[in-house]
């Protein structure tokens, strides 16, 4: 029992495991926006809701709120850029399929 009791204190202290549960979050909130900027902010908002969850329930108070924004900042971040380059990638092939099947030549 010792073991399991320490395996979760260890998950509940570290601030590695609210950043990946920080992440899986924003992850699905990612992928279910479509607006690049609402994914940015909303992550900020989940990363303080996740840390001051965190510092409800173990009482270790590293400044939960400005760690929550940073991390839900660069996550936010790294998935709005992700999404950026995703559509710049549909936009390119989309336009490489159009120019292939004939619709920038100039014959008329």
Do not use: W
Not at 23 to 32: K, N, Q, S, T, V
Not at 49 to 60: E, P, S
Not at 72 to 79: I, K, P, R, S
Request: aromatic share 12%; glycine share 8%; net charge positive.
């Amino acid at each position: 029992m010792t073991a399991e009791k320490e395996l979760l204190e260890i998950f509940l202290t570290k601030i590695t495991a609210t950043s990946i549960i920080t992440g899986m979050f924003c992850g699905a909130y990612a992928h279910l926006s479509k607006s690049k900027l609402q994914t940015f902010l909303v992550s900020i908002l989940i990363g303080m809701a996740v840390f001051f969850l965190k510092y409800i329930i173990t009482g270790h108070n590293f400044d939960p709120l400005t760690m929550g924004a940073f991390t839900g900042a660069l996550l936010g971040a790294v998935f709005s850029v992700v999404r950026k380059i995703e559509t710049a990638l549909k936009v390119m092939e989309r336009l490489k399929r159009h120019r292939q099947s004939g619709f920038n030549s100039d014959e008329y």
